[in-house]
Each structure stands twice: as structure tokens, then as C-alpha cells.
């Protein structure tokens, strides 16, 4: 069973930045794509970020520019740097496969929560 857990996020100031890991068991992530999603209340949960097997990276354009997703194989871990944080981007973020087929997505993790305020 393929499992995520999240960690890093926390309380950030506007302006401010985060680092976000994402260990995964249950597979290994080098054959696969894998990205970062968030979601805010009462929102869809949006991909923001995307790596290939081969690290070719895509962004959403609310957040080119400031983002960065990064994969280390040998640690089965993925991560997404972000800065000059605003309210907005306040969110459960989460990581996952990216899957050809939606449903062959594995079950979420819990995500973890990214506050941004004063």
C-alpha cells in the first residue's frame, strides 16, 4: 500500500517561505511522475507543482516563480519550496503520484497544513 506523509508546513508570515517533504512507502518514486497539490476550505484541491521520472518540472501560474519541486530517489522524498507567501496560498498541502488515470491515484495522506499570517 502506497502511503505519503507530509511535513514542514506551520505558521508563516506573509513574504515568508516553507520547505515541504513528502516521504512515500509502499513503491518506489523513480518511475513516477510526482506532485504537490493543495487544497483550501472550501475549494477543489489544485495541482500547484509537478516532477517527471526524468525531472522535468511544471508549475500552476499562480505559482511560477516562486515554487520549486524537487525529488531525491535515493530517499523515496519529494519536496516543494515556496516564497514570498501570501494569504492565499494558506492551504493543506499534499504530494502524490501522477497517475495517467485518476483512478489509479493511490488514497491521500493527511497533507500537511500551511498557514500564512501575521
Not at 494569504?87 to 489509479?104: E, G, M, Q, R, W
Amino acid at each position: 500500500q502506497v502511503q505519503f506523509v507530509e511535513s514542514g508546513g506551520g505558521l508563516v508570515q506573509p513574504g515568508g517561505s516553507f520547505r515541504l517533504s513528502c516521504v512515500v512507502s509502499g513503491t518506489a518514486i523513480y518511475k513516477y511522475a510526482m506532485g504537490w497539490w493543495r487544497q483550501s476550505p472550501g475549494t477543489r484541491r489544485e495541482l500547484i507543482a509537478q516532477i517527471t521520472s526524468n525531472e522535468s518540472k511544471n508549475y500552476a501560474n499562480f505559482v511560477k516563480g516562486r515554487c520549486t519541486i524537487s525529488r531525491d530517489n535515493a530517499k523515496n522524498t519529494i519536496y516543494l519550496e515556496m516564497d514570498n507567501l501570501n494569504v492565499d496560498d494558506t492551504a493543506v498541502y499534499y504530494c502524490n503520484l501522477i497517475t495517467p488515470n485518476i483512478n489509479d491515484r493511490p488514497p491521500w495522506g493527511q497533507g500537511i497544513q500551511v498557514t500564512v499570517s501575521s
